[in-house]
């Protein structure tokens, strides 16, 4: 159960879009439309942005969309906004019948 | 509104044993899988472990095989989580999530509660 890849960091200024990356392979990104995104503030529980690689809960702004390609999801943020700065995480169903989070990217807001 | 409220954590010798539990309201419980899922002190997340709705199916990450069972109780509307022969590496805090409704995807977690593995 390896951990997915995603980038350590990534930033962008106020209104720009970022993406982000997380890599992983045929028994689990790429077997399954199961990935999810997560936000996470300091100190505060994950909060769900996507589910079912490109589906946004109820309440989630259309800011954020995910998508996915062979082995790897992804998640853009358009109109990056101050209170995007967090720590975002990927997560997919597996062929274990198990669950696999990524490492984790912290974006910063420039 | 949903609330998931965990409780049982504390500090606990390597080797020694606790029982969390995870606390739900707000939602019909026995409809819902469920999951714990843990967040070492300043690292990611880690999917820890899973249990259906109707606790038929439970499955672990292969850090907590054999040592860590789950077990829900739906009369009493609470998940739990009993974690024996702990070692440093279990320190984290430790969250229950909820499942989406018929899909995968935390959409509810709890406050979490840190359990600390120490002499």
């Known amino acids: 159960q390896s951990a997915l890849t995603q980038p350590a960091s990534v930033s962008g200024s106020p209104g720009q879009s970022i993406t982000i990356s997380c890599t992983g392979t045929s028994s689990d990104v790429g077997g399954y439309n199961y990935v999810s995104w997560y936000q996470q503030h300091p100190g505060k529980a994950p909060k769900l942005l996507i589910y079912g690689v490109t589906n946004r809960p109820s309440g989630v702004s259309n800011r954020f969309s995910g998508s996915k390609s062979v082995n790897t999801a992804s998640l853009t943020i358009s109109g990056l906004q101050a209170e995007d700065e967090a720590d975002y995480y990927c997560d997919s169903y597996t062929s274990s019948n198990t669950r696999v989070f990524g490492g984790g990217t912290k974006l910063t807001v420039l | 509104e949903v609330q998931l409220v965990e409780s049982g954590g504390g500090l606990v010798q390597p080797g020694g044993s606790l029982r969390l539990s995870c606390a739900a309201s707000?939602?019909?419980?026995?409809?819902?899988?469920m999951n714990w899922v843990r967040q070492a002190p300043g690292k990611g997340l880690e999917w820890v472990s899973y249990i259906s709705s109707s606790g038929r199916s439970i499955y672990y990450a292969d850090s907590v095989k054999g040592r860590f069972t789950i077990s829900r109780d739906s009369a009493e509307n609470s998940l739990y989580l009993q974690m024996n022969s702990l070692s440093d590496e279990d320190t984290a805090v430790y969250y229950c999530?909820?499942?989406?409704?018929?899909?995968?995807?935390?959409?509810?977690w709890g406050q979490g509660i840190l359990v600390s593995v120490s002499s």
């Open positions: 999530a909820r499942d989406l409704y018929g899909a995968y995807g935390c959409d509810h």
């Open positions: 707000g939602f019909t419980f026995s409809s819902y899988s």
